[in-house]
């Protein structure tokens, strides 16, 4: 069994916001893996309508790719895919073999119009799971600190 040195990503996260009044406003930020409803795309599917690679080492293509165990994908000790997300990666080539280094995946959500900083807040929670280390999450370029080992 090979080991892949590729990060695959899976993230299911609802970011929900609080008004003053306690009034609980919810913004779906869309799955890895899901088309513009929620439904999770075919296994092989190129190109992922929520996240795309932003940086990746040289000699790794720019585009995502779903896998789904439909496809074999992934192995344990890896968590499968489900009805809510897929797993993506570089769309490399059929053994998910990709070059070691540094993968950044990135989506965008847009607050409501009536959203006010002063006013409220914002929290994001949900799951985050890579194939290797993950090395942050960052919202409008901040680092929050979350990191995974190599098989979380």
Request: aromatic letters at 10%; charged letters at 10%; proline letters at 7%.
């Amino acid at each position: 069994m090979k080991l892949k040195k590729t990060l695959w990503l899976s993230i299911a996260c609802l970011l929900c916001l609080w008004a003053s009044q306690a009034q609980a406003v919810s913004i779906t930020i869309f799955n890895t893996g899901v088309d513009a409803t929620g439904t999770v795309l075919l296994n092989g599917t190129v190109g992922d309508p929520h996240y795309t690679l932003t940086s990746v080492p040289l000699g790794s293509s720019m585009d995502t790719l779903v896998r789904t165990s439909a496809g074999g994908y992934p192995i344990p000790p890896y968590i499968g895919d489900n009805t809510l997300s897929s797993w993506i990666g570089p769309n490399n080539d059929s053994d998910l073999d990709s070059p070691s280094g540094t993968y950044r995946y990135e989506t965008t959500f847009v607050l409501p119009v009536l959203f006010d900083p002063t006013t409220h807040t914002a929290q994001l929670t949900g799951g985050w799971v890579t194939d290797n280390e993950g090395l942050n999450i960052y919202i409008n370029g901040a680092p929050l600190g979350f990191t995974t080992g190599a098989t979380s």
